[in-house]
């Protein structure tokens, strides 16, 4: 292999240092993903093993990303594959975590592209840092494993990026009720990472949070791009503010911008229902 793309593979179980910089990162991370699934002995996992439907047979990487994408294919059918991918990531070496990415790079160029539609900097870099983090920090017992490991990968991405880009310009003519975005030197976003990882709320949730309360996305336009309905959406918020400013108040998270998350998800939105 390449000594160049050797380098930007992190070593599994160990912090997330620097990896892929420069021009588009996922598209490296996938060349590096094919390069270890092909020829005569590709990385692959046992179909046997796995059950649920799969081929009773080795399954190199490459194909088990497409089986897992078609519709056919069971949430317990997933849950088992990433279950084992964590495992082999966390506990057989860089090629396996480089494996993980490999598989989840629909979710993350998926990610990638709704940040990059609010954010500048390196986006595709960022994405990819945070799922290496959440490779090592999800509960692989969880349902929906996946799932939580490309929106815990967006959030931090999402932290990130903010952190890096220069404060907003003042925001004035809010609408009744309504409050500017916190400026980026609050870093809310790291307080929601952080609450991810202390069990507070789910990747979901500080998604739904960060959309709906530190970007530019109602709760309506929310539900709509997620199929639910306003008030499921709204209610899903609150329960997670709730347990969020519980946190907080009780110090379970520490990061000195609490205050300013507690500010910003105690803030009624400028967003309602309609009426018909």
């Not at 409050?179 to 949730?205: K, N, Y």
């Not at 709509?224 to 609150?238: D, E, F, L, Q």
């Not at 519980?246 to 967003?271: F, H, M, R």
Request: hydrophobic letters at 45%.
């Amino acid at each position: 292999m390449p000594e160049r793309i050797r380098s930007t593979m992190p070593a599994a179980g160990s912090p997330v240092s620097p990896i892929v910089r420069g021009d588009a990162p996922l598209d490296v991370a996938e060349t590096t993903f094919r390069l270890l699934t092909a020829g005569p002995e590709p990385l692959s996992i046992d179909g046997a093993e796995i059950g649920h439907g799969l081929p009773a047979r080795r399954i190199p990487l490459h194909e088990l990303a497409a089986i897992l994408m078609h519709p056919s294919c069971s949430y317990r059918a997933s849950d088992t594959v990433w279950r084992l991918l964590i495992e082999r990531a966390r506990t057989s070496g860089p090629a396996w975590v480089v494996g993980a990415a490999g598989v989840a790079l629909p979710g993350l160029r998926a990610a990638a592209r709704r940040l990059s539609r609010v954010h500048s900097g390196d986006v595709q870099a960022e994405v990819l840092t945070g799922f290496l983090a959440a490779l090592r920090q999800v509960r692989p017992a969880g349902p929906r494993v996946v799932q939580r490991l490309c929106s815990a990968a967006l959030v931090t991405a999402r932290a990130a990026l903010r952190a890096s880009e220069p404060r907003r310009a003042d925001v004035t003519g809010n609408a009744p009720g309504s409050a500017p975005p916190p400026a980026p030197s609050g870093h809310p976003d790291f307080v929601l990472a952080c609450a991810v990882t202390a069990g507070v709320i789910t990747a979901a949730e500080a998604d739904l949070i960060g959309a709906t309360r530190l970007e530019d996305t109602s709760v309506a336009e929310y539900a709509h791009r997620h199929g639910k309905t306003y008030w499921a959406v709204s209610k899903a918020r609150a329960r997670a503010e709730e347990r969020l400013v519980a946190a907080i108040q009780s110090g379970a998270l520490t990061d000195t911008d609490t205050a300013v998350i507690s500010e910003a998800t105690t803030t009624p939105g400028a967003d309602q229902p309609q009426r018909v």
